[in-house]
């Protein structure tokens, strides 16, 4: 690698290029083993005498830092110190609008997987059709030429049909092609929701408890975000406060609680949103795996007055990390949205999308999906049957049919941060409600089925039951 060496300053030059050297081989920016440019290499790309490199160079191995003999290149030493962590700079530097300041650092990802995964919002990566994925990605790969040129900010043309045809089948949802725009996750189609509908002020309503980073999201857009009760039917719709803009619901499997919004709850929600002039944000993040009833009519299929924006994600679905997703948003929101996401990031990863495309198309996903909800459903019937009978009068299940997640209350004033904390410490990772949902009051766990194997599910949960029954010395 070519190492910028500066020679701004003052002072001898061998002396400035020996610190510079000898400060990236401390700070780890050079890392035992890498060679070095030869002297004269070096002395003609800085345009000094071979000499002053060579100078450098001598009290660096001198020091212990270099290594290397005539004519077999200088290599940093094996062993070194543990590399000194950079200082910090002194000054503050720029910083952030006051909105970004006023947010929580962002989470970071756990290092290594618990024994015991009840993570909510995980889907297992053994049921991802790796080989068929990479099959199909490496079809679109062999051809650059299809990939020259930027593309369509709503995504592949591919994709969007295809994605228009199996919400329409498996969801009823009414879309085609044009009106289908792929995004890089829920989150992206959210942000571009918010980029196009919301001024600074703007009131959004969110369910209380409800997704987190959906919250934290509208509030980075400068919202005022107003939490609304969640109850047995789903959102509370005459709980919502005056003047809102925008109105983000999970009404197929409430996140965190897990249940569906009644029909009477949907249509109640439709009607105030033309009364309030208002958009209906339906996030549909995970509701593909389904367990038993019918499922209800998704709002977009509802609406009849073009006030829903239907968001879709295959982040449970596939991977999360793939970052595919996509919004059916009415009409008159479709070119601004387009724009938004031109000057956001054009289009993102077309030949993912492609791939994708072929996936939807070739029948292959329907199958897969038939194959995690069985998966699916075996662990749900699982957490579900222990929850009853070892923690009955503990935890009450919320009702949920659907997803990767549910959730169950415990009574008033019981302290499940404490029981969480021992599970973890006994390798059960569980969340509770108050964990996920930024400080929600309400004492719940919400056990995610993604992750843990159905085979691990006895253990995990006879871990969480002694952190509840045995507290620690
Ligand atoms: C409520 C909700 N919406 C959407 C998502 C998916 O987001 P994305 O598609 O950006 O990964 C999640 C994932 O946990 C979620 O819990």
């Not at 300041?101 to 059709?129: M, W």
């Not at 600074?200 to 980073?213: F, I, T």
């Not at 449970?316 to 938004?340: C, E, I, M, N, Q």
Request: proline share 8%.
């Amino acid at each position: 690698m070519d190492f910028h060496v500066s020679l701004a300053g003052r002072g001898d030059l061998s002396v400035r290029i020996y610190r510079q050297l000898r400060d990236a081989v401390l700070d780890g920016r050079l890392r035992a083993g890498e060679r070095l440019p030869p002297t004269r290499e070096l002395a003609r790309r800085l345009a000094v005498s071979r000499n002053t490199v060579a100078v450098a160079y001598d009290r660096l191995t001198a020091d212990g830092f270099l290594t290397g003999r005539v004519g077999a290149g200088t290599y940093v030493c094996a062993e070194l110190p543990a590399p000194k962590p950079r200082k910090a700079a002194s000054v503050p530097g720029p910083q952030p609008k006051a909105v970004w300041r006023s947010l929580p650092p962002p989470v970071a990802a756990a290092e290594r997987a618990p024994v015991y995964d009840f993570r909510v919002g995980i889907p297992d990566a053994a049921l991802f059709p790796l080989e068929t994925w990479r099959r199909l990605l490496a079809r679109e790969l062999r051809d650059a030429a299809g990939f020259a040129h930027y593309a369509d900010p709503g995504g592949h043309p591919g994709l969007r049909a295809a994605i228009a045809r199996h919400a329409g089948v498996s969801r009823s949802v009414r879309a085609d092609a044009d009106d289908v725009l792929v995004t890089q996750g829920a989150q992206q189609a959210l942000d571009l929701l918010c980029r196009v509908l919301l001024e600074p002020g703007d009131r959004v309503a969110v369910e209380e408890p409800g997704y987190r980073l959906a919250k934290l999201l509208f509030a980075s857009h400068g919202a005022e975000v107003v939490g609304v009760p969640v109850d047995g039917e789903g959102l509370d719709v005459a709980s919502l406060p005056p003047r809102t803009k925008l109105v983000y619901v999970t009404p197929s499997h409430q996140f965190p609680l897990g249940t569906p919004m009644s029909l009477a709850r949907r249509t109640a929600l439709l009607e105030w949103a033309g009364r309030a002039d208002a958009v209906v944000v339906e996030d549909d993040y995970d509701s593909e795996f389904r367990f038993s009833d019918r499922p209800l009519e998704p709002l977009q299929s509802l609406d009849r007055a073009g006030r829903v924006a239907y968001v879709g994600s295959f982040s449970k679905t596939l991977l999360p990390t793939l970052r595919l997703g996509f919004l059916v948003a009415p009409p008159s929101l479709r070119d601004a949205l387009r724009h938004a996401r031109q000057l956001s990031d054009w289009h993102g990863d077309l030949p993912a999308q492609a791939a994708l495309a072929r996936f939807v198309d070739e029948g292959l996903f329907a199958r897969h999906l038939r194959r995690a909800t069985k998966v699916y459903a075996e662990r749900h019937e699982r957490i579900t049957a222990t929850l009853e009978s070892v923690f009955a009068g503990r935890l009450r299940l919320v009702p949920s049919a659907a997803g990767l997640h549910l959730c169950a209350l415990a009574d008033e004033g019981t302290d499940l941060e404490p029981i969480a904390a021992r599970a973890a410490a006994g390798g059960a990772a569980v969340q509770t409600l108050s964990d996920l949902c930024g400080g929600f009051p309400r004492p719940g766990l919400v056990l995610g089925y993604g992750s843990i194997p159905l085979d691990r599910i006895d253990d995990g949960l006879a871990t969480l039951d002694r952190a509840w029954t045995s507290p620690s010395p």
